[in-house]
């Protein structure tokens, strides 16, 4: 009998989570030996709770996890890295397009990003950073809606946006903002931020990957398969294979975001060392707690290299 490995994805429906739809249709997260069982998240229970007391196995979220459960005293590491980009553009509102023309103008702009700790914030952060700034010298403001943010960027009261795929092109299509900085794309990524952006991971609880090796190697190899699947084909090839509860009924529309999406995916499934130290200097930045983390513990490339090159 096949072992069974428990995979909690942070909302299966979203784009930044194709990878493991795609893996399951192609049957990738199976063979012989290991059996993988994908679960949505359950938002009554914390992931890192999960991982440690072993409930799951691996957790596929964005990177930064990994530094939040280090700091929180969890030491979980990224065994395999899908996403290079956060996936998003930042929106400047049209009024102001002259006061901001780059990352260097960025001092005393009032930012839309959501809580403190969303990947929003952090990738808002780095822009900061990336400018030569503290991440002091922007207002972080939360986010309540698409339609309450149009209204703040209309009104003045906000000038910037961190948009995920595809809000960018609602604030662009509401005539009230375009793009400052389009962050879906590695060129995109390394202009605006400096570095590539490790954003989608698959994790697991150090211990368990230290117990159970096997784990780690099945769903690295398994996802370095989805990725390399993934840079082969187009979006029109790709949304075959999803099906309609996932994609809904409009596939014109589904393809059109995948196609926005993929350049995220280009990656091999390693994880670039310079992005995850952009990371982790972003949450030190704001938070002194992440300063001991020690970012070498946070993910590993090992499995990755094994899968490449063959080596199972």
């Not at 290991?34 to 938002?43: E, F, K, L």
């Not at 998003?88 to 700790?117: E, F, H, P, R, W």
């Not at 339609?147 to 946006?161: I, M």
């Amino acid at each position: 009998m096949a072992k069974r490995i428990v995979l909690v994805v942070d909302e299966i429906h979203a784009l930044r989570n194709f990878p493991v739809v795609l893996a399951e249709r192609l049957g990738y997260l199976q063979d012989g030996d290991m059996a993988v069982t994908v679960m949505n998240v359950r938002y009554d229970i914390w992931h890192g709770d999960m991982l440690m007391d072993g409930r799951v196995d691996a957790v596929m979220a964005y990177y930064h996890h990994n530094i939040v459960n280090h700091a929180q005293g969890r030491a979980t590491e990224a065994i395999v890295t899908l996403g290079l980009t956060p996936g998003m553009k930042v929106m400047v509102a049209n009024a102001v397009q002259g006061k901001y023309k780059s990352v260097s103008d960025l001092k005393g702009a009032k930012i839309i990003t959501g809580g403190a700790g969303s990947s929003k914030t952090t990738v808002a952060n780095a822009l900061l950073i990336a400018g030569g700034h503290q991440i002091s010298d922007y207002t972080r403001l939360g986010t309540e809606g698409k339609q309450q943010n149009v209204a703040a960027l209309r009104s003045g009261a906000a000038e910037l946006v961190v948009a995920p795929v595809p809000e960018g092109d609602f604030y662009e299509a509401q005539g009230v903002a375009s793009t400052f900085a389009d962050l879906t794309s590695t060129t995109g990524t390394v202009n605006g931020l400096g570095a590539l952006f490790p954003s989608n991971t698959v994790f697991m609880a150090t211990e368990r990957v230290k117990e159970h090796p096997e784990i780690a190697q099945h769903l690295a190899s398994a996802f370095v398969r989805t990725l390399k699947y993934i840079n082969s084909h187009s979006a029109e090839e790709l949304a075959e294979l999803v099906p309609v509860e996932i994609r809904g009924k409009d596939k014109p529309a589904y393809v059109k975001l995948l196609q926005a999406q993929m350049p995220m995916f280009a990656s091999d499934g390693n994880m670039p060392a310079a992005g995850a130290q952009m990371e982790w200097n972003a949450l030190a930045a704001a938070s002194p707690k992440y300063k001991s983390v020690a970012l070498e513990l946070t993910y590993s490339n090992r499995f990755v290299t094994q899968a490449l090159t063959g080596a199972q």
